[in-house]
């Protein structure tokens, strides 16, 4: 694996200044070979496309794949996990992650190793397209209690070392670490780095520098760009990406706009069902060319964006997203007033085994109210999981109104948001440039 893995690296990265004929070539190559193994090889596709009567024969490109049907996260889980698979995978052997995204329906995904560094180098494009040296050290914030400590074969090389952060973790010991390892850039999600950068605002001698940040996740809102770039005083750069298909698309330090890891990734932006008009706002549909354990052929990924109107001016051949509208995400509140951010919830809840969906509403500080649509045979086993958990997670400081319930019914007038907290929303944009303005 490692011996074939170099010229992938050079080849992946190398990618954005081959000829836009080149990369069509390369994408219609990659996605036939998927469709095909999908066809043969995963249960799930195979009776989905022959109820639609198509076969992966007849779609020769992207600009075909609307005639393949539409896949959502409630359409993956519907069926057996076996049935998602491909013949012959060993989940053991594979990378995997769950999350539950903006349907508070957690969807476990695997990935095989090669096809995963396939995708770490999605990632590792846009930072480098954005200035961060392969060298260079970078903080990553995660949800995770238990952070990575092992080293990537990269990493021992001296290459695009990367060090975990846990979300968990009290803002002043984020900032001790952070003063220890000096990293060229921090990522991590709007939340956290919100935390981050009040406190260091508020403690204006700290020695976190970095050159870059990167935002991951959710939705990045002005308000809160401008908080970073004032307090971390340097450049912060948004990249969109799921745990279904990695990396799909990241700022451009040149272009306004979002450059898709089109050889990675299809993105297709639909209306009602066909493919919107450049500059139309449209349903977010991605097939993640590197897939092959799991497939995700023409995956509803739930956010909004468009297609830009102006070709890239920078040179790559990659399109540009012109405008993505991510989920909406609160903090969760403390008794003591203190403020959590949402992720490492996500991962408390969504690995525990039997849980289907769930949802956190808070409507006062230090209490919240826990829905879950559990497995009726595990429900005693998902209580007593997710309470250890969060009682970890909380330090005994939020009283937690744990209720199994059999459905979570959906308005579907408004955008499911699986945390939702009346005490822990962020000020609308106009308001909180106001108070900054005043000197706060
Ligand atoms: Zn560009």
Redesign the pocket.
Known sequence: MRACALPHLAGTLGLWRVSERRLASIRRRKLQRLLRHAYENVAFYRSLWERARVRPEEVDGPEDLVRLPVVSKEDLLSCRLEERLAQGIDPSACWSSSSSGTTGHPLTVYTLPADRTRMNLGWFRAYLANGLRVSETMAAFVGRRQVRTSQRWYERLGLFRRVEIPAWWSVEEWTAQLELLRPAAITGYVMTLRLLAEHLRDHPHHRVHPRLVFHTSALLDEASRRLFEEQLKCRVVDLYGSEEAGCIAWE????PGY?VNADLVVVEILRNGVPARTGEAGEVVVTNLHSYAMPIIRYRQNDVASLAATP?????Q?P?LERIEGRVEDFLVLRDGRRLPPHPFYHCIDPVPGVQRWRIVQDRPGEMTLEIVAEEEQSDAVRRAVLAGLAQLTGGAMDIALHLVPEIPIDPRTKFRTIRSAVGALAPAEEWGATAKGGK
């Open positions: 451009c330090p040149r272009c450059h890239p001016r920078c040179g790559w990659f540009l």
